[in-house]
């Protein structure tokens, strides 16, 4: 005979239904029940019902019922975070969950209802209504997929939604992406800024920048040991990092830290030729005047790019240092990075293959690279219109 619900359970006053169901055993081999409420007999035993039921077709319905922001906090913090990531790629999720997930619409979906629908009309909405780049749709699917690939192998809930979803594609006269558009120096500007620099930090980290093309990052993290002979070698980034002081990153403060480089390509060596030594030269006569002025008070390290007391150079102070440089120069403003660029461009125009620049600069592969070739269409493109009313 079937055991008759109880009404025993009272909540605010309130009698309800009680049945239970075992759903396991624990450590020592002891059933494990669990108790379902109801305000009839009926009701009860349909929440019990549906909870068996989940469970046979593999999903857990404790977690499978949580928002998607509280579910996927929990994982980030609990799971991801110890998952062998670097710091820097912990931080970038972080980001991601913090600004895409946690206090928008579809964090307060429900794990188990979302469907694919759901996850493509967001990313819609990133797309063409908040003009989100493609780049960055791209970085929040590819959490999402980490995070719904561990529920459904968690048995969270029993199909991942992403499987198969397509991102957007926005109309070819829509595109706006910054990453193609290159901003470099002319000649004219690059003898500008040399000259307005003079014997200062910021001279040396400049022409170091032009003539090995080497990023912010990786040149502010150099070290003297870097250097062998005519060889420097491209092997740490300096970046600002985001340490987190608690288990749920309600607090955190930044460092300055050394990391390892962008990607495995970024690790490289390169060749110092004739000019880049003789500001080398410069570079270690203004870093032992600013030693002997600061005296004992300079602390003793290993860094190429010393600040004037002896730390590394962080990038805020590097940025300003350029801003006014320029407009000491009367150059137009474009961004430390233009100077890579310049580094890039200005091996093309001189025809050095495409795959030795690329190497050089320390992509992925040679299709990064490739954005730099609009300079020979456009060097082509000039030598034609030379040809203007020549002819006829």
């Given at each position: ?23 396991g ?60 990531n ?51 749709i ?39 992406d910054?990453?193609?558009i ?23 980290l ?60 970024s ?81 093309i ?5 495409i ?38």
């Amino acid at each position: 005979m079937a055991r008759k619900p109880k009404t025993n359970a009272s909540v605010g006053g309130i009698d309800y239904f009680r049945v239970r169901a075992r759903i396991g055993e624990d450590n020592e081999g002891n059933p494990v029940y669990k108790n379902f409420y109801g305000s009839s007999k009926s009701d009860a035993e349909k929440k019990k019902r549906e909870y068996l039921d989940s469970l046979a077709q593999g999903v857990n319905p404790e977690l499978g019922k949580q928002s998607l922001s509280k579910a996927m906090h929990v994982w980030l913090w609990q799971v991801e975070r110890y998952n062998g990531n670097k710091s820097s790629t912990f931080e970038r999720y972080e980001g991601i969950f913090r600004n895409y997930i946690q206090n928008a619409i579809i964090g307060y979906l429900i794990v188990s209802d979302i469907k694919k629908i759901n996850i493509q009309q967001y990313y819609n909405e990133l797309l063409f209504n908040q003009s989100k780049t493609i780049s960055q749709i791209k970085i929040l699917h590819k959490l999402l997929n980490k995070f719904f690939s561990y529920a459904e192998s968690e048995s969270y809930i029993i199909k991942n939604p992403l499987r198969g979803l397509k991102l957007p594609k926005p109309n070819e006269d829509e595109i706006d992406d910054d990453d193609k558009i290159i901003e470099t120096f002319t000649q004219d500007e690059i003898k500008k800024i040399i000259y307005t620099a003079g014997h200062t930090k910021i001279r040396y980290l400049t022409t170091f920048a032009l003539f090995t093309g080497a990023r912010q990052g990786e040149i502010l993290g150099l070290e003297k040991s870097d250097i062998t002979n005519d060889t420097i070698k491209i092997n740490k980034t300096l970046r600002k990092v985001k340490i987190f002081d608690d288990m749920i990153g309600n607090k955190y403060h930044y460092e300055l830290k050394v990391t390892k480089p962008k990607t495995k390509n970024s690790t490289r060596e390169l060749t110092i030729n004739d000019a880049l030594s003789k500001e080398l030269k410069g570079l270690n006569k203004l870093v032992a005047e600013e030693k002997l002025k600061l005296g004992q008070q300079y602390p003793e390290n290993n860094l190429l790019f010393p600040s004037s007391v002896g730390k590394y150079i962080t990038a805020k102070t590097l940025i300003t240092s350029w801003q006014r440089l320029l407009e000491r120069a009367g150059v137009e403003y474009r961004k430390f990075h233009a100077l890579r660029h310049t580094f890039a461009t200005t091996l093309i125009m001189e025809n050095v293959d495409i795959l030795t620049v690329s190497r050089l600069l320390g992509h992925r592969s040679i299709e990064t690279t490739e954005i730099y070739t609009h300079v020979l269409k456009e060097k082509k493109n000039d030598a034609l219109s030379v040809l203007n009313n020549k002819f006829i």
